[in-house]
């Protein structure tokens, strides 16, 4: 059965990057169906909103869904929630794309592209889980209040429930079993309360369920540091939201090439998910044709493998992008010449 990739182009450089999977998808397959909505900045000029019913139901209905980028200096002074991050924000909520895995790879043709020593970053190969639809992002209630002498309060409510924690941590230890066998849990227990809560979770589904994997709890900022110390040592990392975006943006930055770095978020068996690049929506080179679309291609590649049933084909594309790194393909982030669509082709090259 023919399945549908929903593209969600978007703002800033989004547009770009998603002409390149469009080439590679028709190259690859004949039997995809590829829509397209408007989402994001784009969509509240044209519409006033930043995801419209029409875009949040075509996702819904989508087997996947990709997003090239959103967001802009231009709409930093609309109100928060219609920016375009809340339309981020509401997909993911509304697709329930409860965990964010956001690989940190370090490509070896890329090692010198880091700014840690190559030694401490060679053969990294880190799968971070992000808790997506909880947490601080989205807890009740928030607000900043006016109080009786004249201050003023903000204040944002950290919260996770057993089910919460337990089917995002679900998902590392499965992950892991298909990889080096070791997750780490990363939380801030000896302060918070929902900390306290997430490591016994864990713990607690680790021993029922997942005994064979080796499990390791590590505060969420010594996380921070031994990330940077000695990478290496992680397999699979899980932790909440927010420590989530924050450590994921470190791992990034290890491996030298933000550019490159997709993600996906996924839901339960059977729910569409939700792929995009770890790279924002960069208006500084928007509109210029020098974006380097790998990070896209390469999240089309986990559309491919966990949502539209394709890893024969992920797996070629895969090599392919290995292959143009290894024959000198680079955009400029990662010091290189080539344009977008040059690099599109060079992926169609290296496909044969
Ligand atoms: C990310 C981004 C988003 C987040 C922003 C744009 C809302 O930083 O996907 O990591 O904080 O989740
Ligand atoms: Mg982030």
Redesign the pocket.
């Given at each position: 059965m023919t399945q549908t990739l929903l593209l969600l182009p978007g703002d800033g450089i989004g547009p770009e990057v998603c002409a390149e999977v469009r080439k590679i998808a028709s190259a690859l397959t004949n039997d995809l169906k590829i829509d397209e909505k408007i989402y994001g900045g784009a969509s509240y000029d044209a519409h006033g909103a930043p995801l419209t019913d029409e875009t949040l139901q075509a996702a819904l209905e989508a087997d996947a869904v990709l997003m090239g980028a959103?967001?802009g200096p231009q709409w930093a002074k609309v109100p928060r929630h219609l920016r375009p991050?809340a339309a981020?924000?509401g997909l993911r909520k509304e697709m329930q794309v409860y965990a964010n895995l956001r690989p940190a790879l370090c490509f070896d043709a890329l090692a010198d592209a880091s700014s840690l020593k190559r030694e401490v970053v060679a053969g990294l190969d880190i799968m971070i889980v992000r808790e997506?639809t909880g947490g601080v992002?989205f807890g009740e209630p928030r607000g900043i209040d006016d109080m009786p002498d004249g201050q003023r309060r903000g204040y944002d409510t950290q919260v996770y429930t057993t089910s919460e924690i337990e089917r995002v941590s679900r998902v590392a230890f499965e992950l892991a079993r298909g990889r080096r066998n070791k997750v780490t849990s990363a939380e801030k227990s000896n302060v918070m309360e929902s900390g306290v809560l997430w490591r016994e979770v864990v713990t607690d589904l680790h021993a029922r369920e997942y005994a064979d994997v080796e499990l390791e709890h590590m505060l969420a900022d010594n996380a921070a540091m031994q990330l940077v110390r000695r990478p290496t040592q992680f397999d699979v990392l899980v932790t909440d939201?927010l420590f989530g975006?924050i450590l994921?943006?470190a791992a990034a930055q290890l491996t030298g090439s933000l550019g490159m770095l997709p993600?996906a978020a996924l839901g339960d068996a059977g729910k569409p998910g939700l792929y995009?690049p770890?790279h924002?929506s960069a208006p500084d080179i928007a509109g210029q044709g020098i974006a380097n679309p790998l990070a896209a291609i390469l999240s089309f590649e986990m559309a491919l493998r966990w949502s539209l049933d394709r890893a024969d084909i992920a797996d070629r594309l895969y090599a392919a992008v290995i292959k143009a790194l290894e024959d000198g393909a680079r955009t400029r982030d990662i010091g290189g010449q080539l344009t977008t669509a040059q690099m599109g082709d060079a992926v169609l090259k290296a496909l044969g």
């Open positions: 959103c967001g991050e981020l924000l997506l992002y939201n975006d994921s943006d993600s995009e770890i924002g």
